[in-house]
Nanobody, 116 residues
């Protein structure tokens, strides 16, 4: 079955950086677009970034452009999210996503807290 396992979250000071990873299994990873979403308490889930199957095309939410970078390693079935210049408003659970066959699949999420 499809499994998405995120890691790399934690507590970081404003202006700091984190690199999130999402290890995928159970489907042909290299053939599917992958995405990162985030959800803060009391707020709707929002798209952070997405990357095409080959990694040749990326898309970012406006508030993340220039600070976040999505990438993937198809040999390792892993997608990454490099987050720089973090702000308190980036605090959220970050989730990995793939739309496979006819539905969305989600990981369990990794908590990112930006605070001094």
């Amino acid at each position: 079955q499809v499994q998405l396992v995120e890691s790399g979250g934690g507590l970081v000071q404003p202006g700091g950086s984190l690199r999130l990873s999402c290890a995928a299994s159970g489907f042909a990873f290299g053939m599917y677009e992958m995405s990162w979403y985030r959800q803060a308490p009391g707020k709707p889930r929002e798209l952070v970034a997405s990357i095409s199957s080959t990694g040749g095309s990326t898309n970012y939410a406006d508030s993340m452009k220039g600070r976040f970078t999505i990438s993937r390693d198809n040999a390792k079935n892993t997608v990454y999210l490099q987050m720089n210049s973090l702000k308190p408003e980036d605090t959220a659970v970050y989730l990995c996503n793939v739309y496979w066959i006819i539905r969305d699949y989600w990981g369990q999420g990794t908590q990112v807290t930006v605070s001094s």
